[in-house]
Every structure is written in C-alpha cells, then in structure tokens.
C-alpha cells in the first residue's frame, strides 16, 4: 500500500460561518407543501343536491296559484283567438261572395248599357301583310257584323289574297263597315277624321276596336292582371314589326308564348288574335315549338 502524501492545504475561496443568524420578517408564509387542507366539501355537496330536488318535486306536486291563474288566463285567451279566427272566415267568405256578385252586377250592367253601334272606317293595307285579323274578329265577336268591301290604290297592282265573309242585311246589335283599300303602305293606317290623321299598327287598331264596343273592350275586365298581360301581348306583337334580329324575334315570340298561358280550356280573346295574326303573317314555319297546339286551335277557330 503506498501511502499518500499531499504538499500543502488549499485555502478556500469563500469561508462562510459556523451559524446563520435569521432575518426578521415581518411574517411568515405558511408551507404549502407540509400543511393540508382539512376542508370537506363533499357533505354540502351532497346536502345541496338533495335539497334542490326536494324543492322542483314539492313545486310539481303543488305549484303556486299565481301559476293556476296564469295557466287559467292562457287557457281564456287561447278560447278567445279560436273564435275570432271562426268569425274572421265567416266574413272573409261573406266578403268574397259579395264581390263575386258585385262582379256580376258591374258586367251585367255593362253588357246591357251597351249602346249598338254603326261605324264606318276606312283603312289602307299593304296586300304583302294581309290583314287576317279581320276574319278573326268576324268569327270571334258574335254579336257584332265586321262588313268588308275592298278597294285598290293606283300605287299597286293588285289587291290581296285574302277573302272575307260578305254580309249585306245584319240583324246584330254592332255594325262595323270596313272599307278596305289595298295600297302601298309600311303598316296598317286607320283614316280618322276630315284631316286625314292615322292611327298605326293592327294591334293599335285591334285596341281601336275593342274600345268600340263595351262587351269586347279588355280594358273593362276587373281583374287588373288580365288588362295588363293583353296589353303586354299587344305592345310585344307590334314590337315586332321593328325588331331586326332573328333571336330576338323569337326570344320576343317565346314571351308571347308564355303570356297566353295557352290551354285548352281557355277562351280566345284579342290578344290571341294579334299574335296569331302577326304569326301567320311572318313566322308561320319559324314559330317556337310550345305555341304548335295554340296555333293550331287558332286557325281551327278563325280560318
């Protein structure tokens, strides 16, 4: 065994002292790690929760009478809405059977305050648009006679085509003598009165017409929805006569289709007789496929 010899002591480098002397504080924080807390929660818990469910079961068996007199009052007003609601359909169904007859009594008493009429007109048609407006009306209107006499200008050759019924004795109420005279016009001109100012358009004379007599005039209906779509109808028919492009000639005829609502229930009017008109004038292969069946219980009922 070697034995160990050192060369001498180190000093230290930081010599501290035999005891430590405590500051005084002014207090001292408690151990958190040696104390524990003593506090039971778990017994109020469970002391809380039964008291609670004491409370709802007590309150469901015997709820306070502010709540019966509430349930009470509900149950009145709930009766009470029951029987206005009973009455306001009473009236509203008194009210729409009124109207219903005040409609009646408004078209009854148009029809008979009607005043026959007998009317000379002169108009100028181009025999290239013929006018088949006219035979509609002769078929549509039953009581009134369209008589028909056609003439030629000098700034044609011939006249058109077309024929119409003649009538020479009439024992109907309205009376309308045509005088037709075939002649090199843009559109249809209707003379009216001593200075010679025209009325323009089949669709502004067919709304001429209608005017004339109170049991055809469109504008008389009451429902204003139905005046409005024919008056739309007519201004798209005469729109036409203007529109240059192809797709938007039948973009315009597809709106037509779709406000005839056609069916095959419905009664032919005006406005179907305009657009049947300018149709067979123009489009009579090119019109869209959804108006066929209009079409052709159009020509069933005015050719």
């Not at 181009?126 to 509609?136: E, G, W």
């Not at 369209?146 to 003439?151: A, D, F, S």
């Not at 657009?275 to 959804?290: G, L, M, R, V």
Request: proline content about 4%.
């Amino acid at each position: 065994m070697r034995n160990e010899m050192t060369m001498y002591t180190l000093k230290p480098i930081v010599s501290l002292p035999r005891t430590f002397h405590h500051r005084k504080t002014m207090y001292e924080m408690r151990n958190i790690y040696e104390e524990r807390s003593t506090d039971d929660h778990t017994a109020a818990e469970n002391k809380i929760v039964p008291d609670i469910t004491d409370q709802v079961i007590s309150f469901l068996k015997s709820p306070l009478p502010e709540y019966n007199v509430l349930e009470a009052r509900q149950e009145k007003i709930l009766a009470q809405l029951a029987e206005l609601k009973k009455q306001v359909a009473t009236l509203s169904g008194f009210l729409r059977q009124t109207n219903q007859a005040a409609v009646v009594d408004k078209n009854s008493t148009i029809n008979k305050s009607q005043v026959p009429i007998n009317v000379n007109l002169i108009v100028n048609v181009n025999p290239k648009r013929p006018p088949y407006f006219i035979s509609a009306l002769q078929k549509l209107w039953k009581d009134t006679d369209i008589k028909v006499k056609t003439y030629v200008h000098s700034s044609v050759n011939e006249g058109g085509s077309i024929s119409y019924e003649s009538v020479t004795s009439s024992s109907k109420n309205n009376v309308i003598n045509l005088s037709l005279i075939w002649k090199d016009v843009e559109d249809l001109e209707l003379i009216s009165g001593l200075h010679s100012y025209y009325i323009i358009g089949e669709t502004n004379f067919l709304r001429y017409l209608s005017r004339l007599i109170n049991s055809h005039n469109y504008e008389s209906f009451a429902c204003t929805e139905k005046v409005n779509t024919t008056d739309l109808i007519l201004d798209l028919c005469y729109s036409l006569y203007f529109e240059e492009s192809a797709n938007k000639k039948q973009e315009i005829l597809s709106l037509i289709a779709d406000k005839l609502n056609w069916s095959a229930e419905k009664i032919l009017d005006i406005a179907d007789v305009a657009a049947w008109c300018i149709i067979k004038q123009f489009f009579s292969n090119k019109y869209p496929p959804k108006l066929k069946k209009w079409y052709k219980a159009c020509e069933k009922h005015f050719v």
